[in-house]
């Protein structure tokens, strides 16, 4: 212990389970805030602080950016899924009018519809489709395995070259004999197979990057969720300094996973910007966007799991098939949410490779796959032993968060009234169904903030980091705001420009945790600064002020208006930089979640209509309820998308996706919206100074798993494959009149 | 999309003269043909609009029942209360079309003229048969939403929610041409993949249709649209049917039940109608009715779900029908 570091105690938790922690902590973190923390800005509603830019139209995304002499780029895609090039040549596409550059995209073999061949520059988006259709690829056609069955099958043809199988997985499972040897002895033990399809990331905005060269400087507008990283993996590319690339992404319109990466076309932008001498944009349309920019991956997963007649979990096995197009990575994450014995699950995971654009990580990557077979084989397994689906869960979770959910959750759905599966009768069918997530989402370094108080009185936070559209930019301002003591409005925020301080790329539900705890340090250390000033002005002891309702004074009332203050800064501004430490002890590892659904189902017609979806979620100490609640309703409508309607079509025959678009890619509208109570859980769960924990992904986890679970108390029969669509439910159906 | 010619006439008959150039395309709202150009689906010389053509934006009774105007918009054909009260389906098939966006543009003359959705035509790296190749992509492959009847060469569904309430109502659609003014009954509007691969619709290079004229409900009878959809926006019909029937005494009596989605054009079913004809239109009637409407499907690998989903879809078009004619 240095002899800046102080000793705090905090109080962990939440009113049910309340945990008094001891920290040491170093003299530039203010204490962190806990369970008996009083807020002023923090854990109001807030309208985001950009709301009035983006309704008026005035915030500008990369597809708005317009620069004078600036090019259309796009690029000539191979129609076969599996081919081999002979020959790429753009002599010709140079030739039309307004076409400026080519690319060729040196490969020898083509390994899925829609890939990429050559890109082109051009001054209209007229010239560049005319130069488009001008560029001469020969290929040998190859016979391709664009599905997973097609890839599975024997003697399907291979998907890379070098592998002899299109399989590739971890084999035996660790515990595998065991769980077997258990299964063999169990109660009961419940047998099925779920399957997942692939989701697209269908975001609003599709990708799409600006790239401009000032001499060797280079500057990109570019839609991604890791400002940070664009700027390295170009100059990767490029083999140009860092230190020459600003990226810039002031607004996002969506990414959920799939804008991590720069993606090839951020890179060859800015090649044919130098090549052409002028600014170059691409912007994907959305087919590419379907097909090229990544997606969730789909599954098979052959459960079973055994029981004691008392409904305690015992032996867990899942083999998991699961297809990442040409990429890699499609695990079907299966975390442990119940309480299995650890010895007692085997889980074995296989990629099936396909010819299809790669997968990208998507909202809780693996999460929603797992969730909707594990929350099946618990209702089966529920039903089974004759227990209601909800008691079960209870009696073997002991996360004690999510214990609470459940009470809550079943209370505001109505449990009570849920009546035994398949007993409703009538065309149109009432159930209900739970379904639970577990995330992480603490966050932690790197994550540096500045913040700036100016002798106006005027307060400025910066980060460069991307605000992706979940609100980062006003959780910012709102932590800064609670810190100095101001109302929001005070607080100017700035993200998305990799001049200002680091920051995390939006993945896994870090960025506030990242960001949120930075910022307050730099608030906390801006302000020691200003109330030194106030100190020495007034004749009292610093310690002795507080920040509070736009004063800084002491609790005797001695002191002065905020504005009064700054105007003893004599430089100009205060700036200071907070800094994102690891994390110190928290309550639980990671955040809990609960989610009910209550669906009628219309039996003649097979349609399902969620009527009500509960989710009960816990985000560490929430900075700004409306945004969180925001988030909550935007992983439910995502998760019911999930459930009911989206679903990737890749032809059998030629390798095409059919519905990249939004008209047979079906994403659900107003009116398949149910209502929506979000119940949130204000758990100081320490870990940082601000004790917020990501909200952005648990949440869309076990929606398609509750709704499962209510067409199944309605009906009577299970859905075992997503999307639940009206063809799937009548079979259902159909097949439980025959059973009978 | 390629340029091309913009061309606004101020009368039916100019817009016809226009259209007589070959290559020429005539807009309405544009919903379906701005699509089928951005994707080169289509790629006309000119385009001849529509808009605020004289007589082709009227809605009224006349001899020879309601005339609705080719221009007329699905949003106006669904607030209508002469549609309402006299033409029930053709409110219903309006007022369930798209989304209120699409139908402040859509009118009625490119509503009948869209073409199909099947998502190998719309794909352009497929020539399919009705692009002018040799193979109908959905017979082996992904035809969740295809045909479930008379789909041997091709296998679309035609997606007007308009044909079959209009076919409910014995419309009769009027067409200009070059050669004059023809009436067309709507039994015979639709062409089928077997007698012309290429188009779906009985209309000769350059006619424009100028109004569409329906039987309005008379003594006690009623008329319904029924419509199944994955989605509840924006989404096209899986199975269709619309109803009509008079009441004499309680038994149904003129009953007509036209099917769509389920086929490359509307299908009139005259078996369920005589089903239902001299019934009591009550349920028992009703699914018997639906029966009979079903009956000779033929559904491909993915799409037998469609045949159940008509037939609860036929039988509550009829239980619609039946009680407003009863309340009339
Ligand atoms: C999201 C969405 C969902 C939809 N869902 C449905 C649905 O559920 N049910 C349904 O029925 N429709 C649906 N539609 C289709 C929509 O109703 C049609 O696109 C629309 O009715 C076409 O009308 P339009 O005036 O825009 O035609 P346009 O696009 O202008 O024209 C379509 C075709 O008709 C021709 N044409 C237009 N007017 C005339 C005329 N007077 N004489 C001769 N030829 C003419 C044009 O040359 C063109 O070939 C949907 C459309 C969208 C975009
Ligand atoms: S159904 Fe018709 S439009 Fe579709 S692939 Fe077959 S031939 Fe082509």
Redesign the interface.
């Known amino acids: 212990m240095s002899i800046e570091d102080r000793k705090v105690k905090l109080v962990l938790g939440f009113a049910a389970d309340r945990q008094e922690v001891e920290l040491t902590i170093p003299d530039e973190e203010p204490t962190p805030w806990d369970l008996e923390s009083k807020f002023s800005v923090v854990g109001g509603k807030h309208a985001r602080v950009d709301a009035l830019a983006k309704v008026t139209g005035r915030a500008k995304y990369t597809h708005d950016i317009n620069l004078p002499g600036m090019l259309f780029g796009g690029f000539a895609r191979c129609p076969h899924a599996a081919a081999e090039i002979t020959s790429v040549d753009a002599a010709e596409a140079l030739l039309v009018p307004g076409v400026k550059a080519a690319i060729p995209m040196t490969q020898d073999r083509v390994r899925y519809a829609g890939q990429p061949v050559c890109a082109l520059a051009a001054t209209t988006r007229q010239a560049l489709a005319a130069g488009i259709a001008k560029v001469q690829a020969v290929y040998k056609v190859l016979p391709h395995a664009a599905r997973i069955d097609q890839a599975m099958a024997d003697a399907a043809p291979l998907v890379h070259r070098n592998q002899q199988s299109n399989l590739s997985g971890s084999g035996q499972p660790r515990n595998a004999e065991t769980v077997a040897a258990e299964l063999e002895k169990s109660a009961k033990v419940v047998r099925a197979t779920a399957r997942t399809q692939v989701q697209t990331h269908a975001s609003m905005e599709t990708h799409s990057s600006v790239a401009k060269w000032d001499g060797d400087k280079l500057t990109l507008w570019t839609s991604t969720q890791a400002t940070f990283g664009v700027r390295s993996q170009v100059a990767d590319a490029l083999r140009i300094p860092e230190a020459n690339i600003t990226v810039i992404c002031d607004f996002m319109g969506g990414g959920f996973g799939s804008k991590f990466g720069a993606g090839y076309f951020t890179a060859i932008a800015a090649r044919l910007a130098q090549e052409c001498g002028a600014p170059v944009k691409i912007a994907l349309d959305r087919r590419e966007e379907h097909t090229d920019t990544g997606n969730r991956p789909d599954s098979i997963q052959e459960m079973a799991l055994g029981v004691s007649t008392d409904g305690k979990l015992g032996a867990y096995s899942v083999k998991i098939h699961g297809t990442p197009g040409i990429g890699r990575g499609a695990g079907a994450r299966n975390p442990m949410i119940y309480d299995f014995p650890r010895e007692m699950r085997a889980v074995a995971q296989v990629e099936v490779a396909t010819n299809a654009g790669p997968q990208a990580a998507m909202r809780a990557p693996g999460h929603p796959q797992g969730s909707f077979a594990l929350e099946t084989i618990m209702d089966l397994a529920a039903e089974a032993i004759g227990m209601d689906p909800l008691e079960f869960r209870r009696i073997n979770d002991s996360n004690p968060v999510r214990l609470q959910q459940y009470s809550d959750g079943a209370k505001r759905i109505g449990w009570e009234q849920r009546r035994k599966n398949g007993s409703a009768t009538g065309r149109f069918r009432r159930g209900m169904g739970v379904g639970s997530s577990t995330w992480g989402g603490l966050g932690g370094p790197q994550a540096e903030v500045d913040c700036k108080i100016f002798r106006d009185g005027s307060v400025q936070v910066r980060n460069g980091a991307q605000d992706i559209g979940t609100g980062a930019k006003t959780v910012m301002a709102v932590v800064v705001a609670e810190e100095l003591g101001l109302p929001l409005t005070k607080v100017s925020a700035f993200m998305g420009n990799t001049s200002d301080p680091i920051g995390p790329a939006s993945g896994g539900s870090t960025t506030a945790p990242s960001i949120a705890p930075a910022a307050r340090q730099a608030a906390y250390l801006a302000g020691r600064e200003l109330k030194a000033l106030v100190a020495k002005h007034l004749g009292v002891n610093a310690d002795k002020l507080l920040m509070k309702a736009g004063r800084i004074s002491t609790a005797e009332g001695k002191g002065l208006a905020f504005e009064e203050a700054c105007r003893l800064i004599q430089s100009g501004e205060i700036s200071a930089r907070g800094k994102r430490r690891s994390n110190f002890r928290t309550y639980r590892d990671g955040v809990a979640g609960v989610q009910f659904a209550e669906v009628e189902v219309d039996c003649e017609y097979g349609l399902v209509r969620v009527v009500r979806i509960v989710a009960l979620q816990d985000a560490g100490i929430i900075i700004n309820r409306l945004q969180a609640e925001s988030q909550v309703n935007g992983g439910v409508i995502q998760g019911l998308a999930y459930a009911l309607m989206e679903e990737r079509v890749m032809d059998r025959q030629r390798g095409h996706q059919l519905n990249a678009d939004f008209e047979a890619y079906k994403v659900p509208g107003m009116k398949d919206m149910p209502e929506i109570e979000c119940v949130l859980y204000d758990i100081a769960n320490g870990g940082n100074n601000t004790s917020v924990c990501g909200i952005g992904e648990p949440t869309c986890i076990p929606t398609a798993s509750a709704i499962a679970g209510a067409i199944h108390n309605a009906i009577g029969a299970r859905v075992l494959s997503l999307p639940m669509t009206a063809d799937k439910v009548l079979a259902a159906l159909a097949q439980r009149e025959s059973g009978k | 999309?390629?340029?091309f010619d913009w061309i606004t006439p101020a009368t039916p008959e100019a817009a016809v003269q226009a259209a007589a150039q070959a290559g020429r395309a005539f807009l309405g709202g544009g919903t379906d043909l701005l699509p089928l150009m951005k994707s080169g689906l289509r790629e006309p010389t000119g385009v001849v609009q529509l808009k605020g053509l004289t007589g082709m934006e009227r809605l009224e009774l006349t001899a020879d029942g309601i005339t609705i105007g080719a221009s007329i918009t699905l949003a106006a054909l669904c607030t209508d209360t002469l549609v309402q009260r006299s033409l029930p389906a053709v409110f219903d098939a309006a007022r369930h079309a798209a989304?209120p966006l699409v139908r402040n543009r859509a009118t009625v003359g490119g509503n009948l003229c869209q073409r199909p959705?099947c998502?190998?035509f719309?794909?352009p790296?497929?020539a399919c048969s009705k692009k002018g190749g040799d193979t109908c992509?959905a017979i082996?492959?992904?035809n969740?939403?295809h045909a479930i009847f008379d789909n041997t060469t091709c296998n679309i569904v035609h997606p007007s929610n308009l044909g079959p309430a209009f076919w409910a109502h014995d419309a009769v659609v009027v067409v200009l041409g070059p050669k004059g003014e023809r009436r067309i009954p709507v039994a015979e509007f639709w062409v089928r993949p077997e007698e012309d691969m290429r188009t779906e619709v009985a209309l000769e290079p350059g006619e424009l249709i100028t109004s569409v004229s329906c039987k309005p409900l008379s003594g006690r009878s009623g008329s319904a649209f029924e419509e199944?959809n994955?989605?509840?926006?924006?989404?096209?019909g899986?199975v269709a049917c619309a109803a009509r029937l008079t009441l004499d005494g309680d038994k149904a009596s003129d009953v007509r039940i036209v099917i769509g989605a389920v086929a490359p054009v509307p299908l009139r079913r005259e078996a369920a109608e005589a089903v239902l004809n001299g019934k009591v239109p009550n349920e028992a009637a009703a699914w018997a009715a639906a029966d009979a409407a079903i009956a000779g499907a033929t559904p491909l690998r993915?799409?037998a779900?469609k045949v159940?989903?008509l037939r609860?879809?036929v039988?509550?078009a009829i239980l619609t029908a039946a009680a407003r004619a009863r309340k009339s």
Do not use: P
Request: with cysteine.
């Open positions: 999309m390629k340029n989304t959705r998502w190998y719309r794909h790296d497929y992509y082996e492959g992904e969740k939403f199944v994955e989605k509840q926006s924006y989404d096209w899986l993915d799409n779900y159940t989903m609860a879809c039988k509550n």
